[in-house]
């Protein structure tokens, strides 16, 4: 290798040729609370990426409500889905406004890992039985922090804690995700809905449509490029203002059509029947929940742990729990 350099210092003097003075390099991360021996084929936002893809949360994301309860057909998305279509957006426009695109990937990988089974309704209910509230965003930086111990950088753990907007960012790359995170799920939860037979593309009024297009990819390359090209050259990340304001009214359509939608929402309130009463249940029975989550119990209490435990189940995990706890199974003869 020229110069007896690793590859991870190659990688660090390739970023300070090429990323934007607004970048943050990975030569120059916050670090982690506990320091490691550095890896020299990666920097450590590559490294918090590859922490993330393996971990038990991330893969669990798969069997996690998006928007539709357990759907049936297998086109729908789930919470990995949109993960990975958060990840694929944020990359293209922190490539093109030359920012640094592993710790965006990092970031959008590891957005989503605290959220519920049965999507915003689990965390709904969640919030309303835990002690101390829940809010997936919040839960996102437990798991890593906590459950799992990932011990990631401080850039990616802020980026993963904001991606809400509620919350300021501390990078631009964390920024790019809050856009990202939106753009991704308004269109990709108007395809699911136009399949489910809960709106049609027709419903989107010409107002939006002129702006940001009739199509769903159509629609993400409007804003991606609105991002892009009103972001160039400034410390921030943004949308020109007829682009930002026609988004801004999708998202609310969407909420009218779609996200309050008693035929699409049909099901939310079983959904959180149940988890409450899996959450009554196991905080009177914590000897009950795993040992992992027991361990958890002694140091922040049984209302936290089961609040964990429910938070990182599956939807099917949640559902075959409810029945092994409140449904009488068949009794079976034996000889």
Known sequence: M???????????????????PFAVLSENT?????????????????????RIT???AFRRLMHKTQVFLSPEEDHYRTRLTHTLEVSQIGRTIAR??????????????????GHTPF??????????????????NEQSLRVVEVLENLNLTKEVRDGILSHVWTRTPKTLEGKI????????????DIDDAIRGGIMKNSDIPDSISSVLSETYSGRINSMVTSIIRA????????????TFKATNELHRLMFDLVYCNPIAKGEEGKAQEMLRKMYDYYTANPDEIPEEYRLIALRDGADRAVCDFIAGMTDRYAINKYKELFIPSNWDVKN
Do not use: W
């Open 177 to 188: 995700i809050q856009f990202a995170d939106r753009i991704a799920y308004i269109n990709h």
């Open 96 to 113: 093109a406004l030359r920012l640094n695109e592993d710790l965006t990937e990092a970031i959008a990988l590891g957005h989503d890992l």
């Open 119 to 136: 999507g915003h309704a689990g965390e709904r209910m969640l919030n309303a039985c835990c002690s101390t509230g829940f809010c997936h």
């Open 231 to 242: 972001s160039e050259g400034i410390n921030d990340i943004v949308m020109d203002d007829k």
């Open 2 to 20: 020229k110069n007896n350099n690793t590859v991870r210092e190659m990688l660090f003097e390739r970023e300070k040729e090429y990323l934007s």
């Open 30 to 50: 916050e670090g982690r609370e506990i320091e490691i021996e550095p890896c020299t084929l990666r920097t450590d936002f590559q490294r918090d990426r590859d």
């Open 54 to 56: 393996h971990s038990k």
